[in-house]
């Protein structure tokens, strides 16, 4: 048994009452000294005389188990990887709303007066008293938008404890049920049987061409129970039970009909005589933007399914990549399961079991879906292979990308990650011969890649223009208006600028809690920290010298906005970025109108993935070095990833050009990617990466320590620095202040242990530094194995 709650963990023996079963991955109530607590089976019940001490297990949650053998072992490895408990791993592999849980409650007491709370924030009180009045969970509260508004975390939980206080809220600690459970549904299908009579031929009609159809369905068409009954009686139709899958196949579908292309064609051929031979194997798919390899997938899945196998997608984020998505569907119909962000738990748990159940084939989903419970997975594809939201940021701060390998290692299935800009890890390996490699060197539509240029700012600068826009972008930009095509404007920050800047003294305003600059959000009046979300009016003179004028500096979506606007005033734009993307939905929302009416799509990250509009033919990059000058060693892959993927998006259908504004023209990530040359970036970097012994030369361990007290932090980062040095074969330096050195009013330090096998370092971390941190109250230790 595996203790869920507790900090230290180790597996816990138990004895099962008579009559009461219990196996592998399912959860159970016990009892830990005077509590109560959920926790997982991890052994299989065994016959033993009863020891003292031994205490019975208290009941056994009903309900297919959490997870199965597979899964233990998956979440032993994770443990074992990335240095954090079995718990903490089977947590990011169970479907945790279908556990019970332990919960905090507040209740009102009695109706809230905000005139009683002269102090606290109005917006507040009117939230709680109006769509909180049933009682919420405090973390329900606090990431309301309308709450994030009122203050920040902090204000949050002084003004929470303030209602405690003054007896208007309590709060109450309860164990609640899943909050999911399983809703059927009856669907039917047609056989060989003839029947007789009209209706009855009808709806058989019906069914037979759409395939499978709803029970629910039949009735909406018009056809009556006692038809249905009847039809199903004579054996015409058949009728089986499944979780009901509500969400699943529900959007328009796009359906996609090629002849492939030759690249394709051994494409396809390569993944799916790797799936037939039914051994552990990982491809890589380096294809440039728009050389169809979605399609690719969809075929090479569509064989996988023919074997008798089962596939797992991975997509970046999939509220990003709705058309992405609408594919799989139109190709796989009601036998994949889209598992977006969007979904209620429920919806999701549903397809979850459905998929444990074996009912589903597919699975497309973000970095979690790695985990999903089908059966039978012989091909897990890893599309954008080289975006980083696959690594998870918490613990466990696993790789999706090697979780899917170590899946299919246990399972001998086929690993394909797919990309124009591949991680360097996998590019490495592919040239080594490592894996294997297979590149689609030409667009699908027979289109070139974009013609790219490249503007150097600075010299613009000179000539006087001081503008967000360079003389070319305007120019392009005022042709495609001209023509009816569509542009995308990149821009790396949200908001109107960047941060303010004091001309006389130098000052840029901080987050008092976090060591970053605050950004100007123009239209709501005020700075936020990206950080944790604390907000300040926009000072008009420096608060450092009290004298100086302070402007703003940088650029945002929102000033990129307004900019085409002011120069293009008819033109239709939209913006996008976490601003205007808060809502469920809001996403395919944008983009349809972009697609529909829209001239100019101006946007974040969230612009770079995945679109595929016919009728953008300009894409501009308006400050490609942001990124740049980062204190990451994958600030330039990251860099020329993001130029090729927002690049990529235009000219798709016709002759299309980007154009990247930049202060740094001749940086390789820059000048390598306007050429569409990722071989010459890789070789350049990959050297550099050998020289300072980066991965994939080496494996990384970031080992942080984080608390209040900043000289407590760095006492112990010293402490664990000189334990890890005598780890033989590493390499470690630091301690240094992470390069955010405060967040959240607490501070930093980091150690980066670089060696070339970190099985040692993991060890030392397990053993040594996590029991020593266990004993600190004042610092934790945050691990990041493979960062
Ligand atoms: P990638 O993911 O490689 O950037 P996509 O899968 O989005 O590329 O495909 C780019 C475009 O090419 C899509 O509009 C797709 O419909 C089209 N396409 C893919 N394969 C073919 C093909 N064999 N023939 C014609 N068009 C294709
Ligand atoms: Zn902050």
Redesign the pocket.
Known sequence: MQQRTARVERPLTYALPEGMQAGVGDVVRVPLGPRELFGYVIAPPREAPPRPGVRPVTSRIDGAPAFDAAGLALARWIALRYCCSLGEALGALVFAAALPRVVDRFELRAPLEAAAFPKLPPRLLRLIGEDFAEGFAPDALLRHPEARRAGDRKTLLAALAALQRAGVLVRRRTFVAPRVGAAREKVLEATEVAVAGPRVRALVELVREAGTLRRGDALLAGFSSAIITRAVRAGALRETERAAVMSRARAARER?D????AE?VAAIEAIGSRVAAGRFAELLIQ?????????VYIRAIARTLALGGRAIVLVPEISLTPQ?ARRFEGAFGDRVAVLHSGLSDRDRFESWQAAARGEIDVVVGARSAVFAPLPDVRLVVV?EAHERSYKQDGVPRYDALAVARERMRAAGGTVVLGS?TPPLEAYAAARRGEIGWVR?DR???NQPLPATHVVDLAAEFEKGNRRIFSTRLVEALGERLARGEKTVLFVNRRGSAGFMLCRACGAVPECARCSVSLTVHRSEGLMRCHLCDAQRGIPSLCPACGAGPIREFGVGTQAVAEAAQTLFPRARIVRMDSDTTTRVGDHARLLDEFGERADILVGTQMVAK?L?F?AVTLVGVVAADIGLHVPDFRAAERTFDLITQVA?RSG?ARAGEAIVQTYAPTHPAVAFAAKHDFDGFAAGELELRRELRYPPFAELVYVGTIGRDRRAVAAAADRYAELLRRVPGVEVLGPAPYPIARVNDEWRYRIAVKADDGTAVRHEIRETLQPLALAERAVRLAINVDP
Not at 258 to 261: I, K, L, N
């Open positions: 996609q090629f002849e492939p292309t394709q294809g440039v933007t728009g050389s169809g390899k979605t399609f992405t599309d124009a689609l667009r699908a539509t995945g595929d016919p990529g798709r």
